[in-house]
């Protein structure tokens, strides 16, 4: 693959994208990135070099989900599409649709325009929320052969997954794609690992709440992980790998209990004074609780849910090889430190 043709990744501001685009620029690709506000360039730039690249070549264009402007340009002389943009809030939003629009919409605009411009191969990051939400009875491995069951209450943020995912195989393999053109699906769980700004995303919220006492115990909920640094490696093999066409990945480096992650975290955390709560609390304490509190509610089907995710289609054809689970922590909180947001 030429490195002069630049790779355009969607949401150049994200979590994920951030690192992804220091790891792109560290493999001598060229970088063009979309915004939706070109307000933010300077503050990724900046996080680019934090992360020990220089982002002088990388460009910057300006790119909504939710509109068609833009786009064309955005993908003029591209051939790789890494499609990492997808809203993320932290609450519910009261109307599913302002999730579900810009994820569905937004992801077949990529597709259209990518198409266009004869885009050969796009990487679309979705999530483990389209592979085993709605699942909850079930404590078992699930694989990439599973998809979550919209039907059963799963959130609107896992619904715009589980439907952003779909509506982008059945482009891929419908009639519209004239020119074949390829697609990658990378599925990572809950992601961790260093933030790169100060601009802490919903990824954070969890490891920042447990530093600053905010919560009184943890329910029995079960966490997959991964480190924000083997999802961009994943996303970028993804790209590299042939094979990898027309699969989809789920890429977990393990699961932890909430009380696992308070526990690392007071291990290492409680000596400079942080106050990580030590109780579990009771499930059906948590089923009481979430009669009257909506954030409460929404993980209330995961309470006691004993599941896997099996990375082992990645570990085979992307050669993915990970941090431990208890690394991401513990670089996710050390970063929180780092950047002054604790
Ligand atoms: P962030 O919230 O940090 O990044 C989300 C990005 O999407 C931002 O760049 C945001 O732009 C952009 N975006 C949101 N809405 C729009 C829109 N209407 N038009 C254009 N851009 C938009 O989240 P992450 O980096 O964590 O997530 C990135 C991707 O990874 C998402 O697709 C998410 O679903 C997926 N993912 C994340 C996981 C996690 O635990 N973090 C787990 C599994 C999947 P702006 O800065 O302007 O808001």
Redesign the pocket.
């Known amino acids: 693959m030429s490195t002069q043709t630049p790779i355009l990744v969607?949401?150049?501001?994200?979590?994920?994208?951030?690192h992804t685009i220091a790891q792109l620029l560290q493999k001598g690709y060229a970088v063009r990135g979309?915004?939706?506000?070109l307000a933010?360039e300077a503050e990724v730039r900046e996080a680019i070099s934090r992360l020990g690249q220089d982002p002088a070549s990388a460009l910057f264009v300006s790119?909504?989900?939710?509109q068609d402007a833009g786009w064309r340009e955005a993908l003029e002389n591209v051939a790789t599409v890494l499609?990492?943009?997808?809203?993320?809030?932290l609450d519910e939003p009261e109307d599913e649709d302002e999730l579900i629009k810009?994820?569905v919409e937004?992801t077949l605009r990529v597709l259209r325009f990518a198409h266009e411009a004869g885009v050969k191969r796009v990487v679309q990051?979705?999530?483990?929320?389209a592979v085993s939400a709605g699942h909850t009875a079930e404590n078992r491995t699930f694989t990439e052969a599973d998809w979550s069951i919209v039907e059963n209450k799963i959130g609107a943020?896992s619904k715009?997954?589980t439907l952003a995912e779909r509506a982008a195989w059945e482009f891929i393999h419908g009639a519209e794609n004239k020119n074949k053109m390829e697609m990658v699906a990378i599925?990572?769980?809950?992601?961790?690992g260093p933030v790169p700004n100060k601009?802490y995303?919903?990824?954070s919220e969890l490891i920042r709440t447990l530093l600053l006492g905010q919560t009184p115990g943890t329910a029995r909920i079960k966490m997959a992980v991964?480190d924000?640094r083997d999802?961009a490696t994943a996303i970028i093999s993804a790209m590299e790998v042939e094979e990898a066409n027309g699969k989809r990945f789920l890429v977990s480096a393990g699961e932890l209990w909430l009380k696992e992650i308070a526990d690392l975290l007071r291990a290492q955390y409680a000596p400079r004074g942080y106050k990580i709560p030590r109780l579990q609390i009771p499930s059906f304490v948590a089923r009481i609780v979430a009669r009257f509190d909506k954030k409460v509610a929404l993980i209330i089907n995961t309470l006691d849910w004993d599941y896997r995710l099996s990375s082992e289609q990645a570990e085979q054809i992307l050669k993915w090889t990970h941090r431990t689970p208890q690394e991401a922590v513990l670089a996710m909180a050390e970063s929180l430190m780092e950047q002054g947001i604790l």
């Open positions: 969607t949401g150049a501001s994200g979590f994920i994208a951030i979309t915004l939706r506000s933010k790119a909504n989900l939710n499609h990492i943009a997808s809203p993320f809030p810009p994820a937004g990051v979705s999530s483990n929320a943020y715009s997954k599925n990572p769980p809950f992601v961790l601009n995303n919903t990824s991964v924000v999802v």
